[in-house]
């Protein structure tokens, strides 16, 4: 489908279409499909794969509706840039457990931005990673009470609970 074939449909329409991505979202994806079809859907395409990942992110950010963590998919995955990643609250807080990341757990376009750096210094293998830690941040180190004891990273985590059963004085 193209940007130009996406803005026709109407609100309610490309609300189906999306609907398990939140239906909420039409109006904006819809002005952004109208944006990108007056400018060119080529013209798009050449600002995200070839310009530098600042000035495509910034592009990105422009459109309506569009904020970091999009953007940074768009360019992760359709731009296969390596100088950026998209950071959702599981990143956030998976990283920070982990000691990879430091701040005061509050999710700011500054620790946004230090969250970046931080993963992007550990090397190449950063969409790996990142989907390895996000669905860590899902599955076992949730938000909520963290199963640490499942947790592969266990003994590697500044922040792991003790979940081992304690040891009986018989034991000791």
């Keep these: 489908m193209t940007p130009r074939q996406l803005a026709s449909l ?16 039409a109006g904006r994806l819809a002005a952004a499909a109208r944006q990108i079809a007056a400018e060119g859907p080529d013209a798009f395409a050449k600002t995200i ?5 600042g000035q495509a992110m ?17 360019l992760v995955f359709a731009a296969q840039t ?4 998209p950071v959702d609250t599981h990143l956030f ?7 990879l990341t430091s701040h005061d757990g509050t999710l700011t376009a500054a620790t946004r931005d230090a969250v ?7 090397g190449p293998d950063l969409v790996a990673a990142h989907f390895l830690f996000l669905i860590l941040g899902r599955t076992t180190c949730t938000a909520g009470l963290p ?7 266990h003994r590697h985590c500044p922040s792991a609970r003790d979940t081992s059963p304690a040891l009986t004085p018989a034991q000791a």
């Design 10 to 25: 109407g609100e309610h329409d490309l609300a189906e279409v999306i609907r398990s991505a939140g239906p909420y979202k």
């Design 49 to 53: 794969t070839q310009a530098p990942a």
């Design 58 to 74: 910034e592009y990105l950010t422009s459109l309506p509706g569009v904020g970091h963590k999009t953007a940074a998919c768009v």
């Design 82 to 85: 390596t100088e950026t990643l």
């Design 93 to 99: 807080r998976v990283t920070r457990r982990l000691g």
């Design 116 to 122: 970046v750096s931080a993963m992007l210094s550990y």
């Design 147 to 153: 199963r640490c004891g499942d947790c592969f990273l």
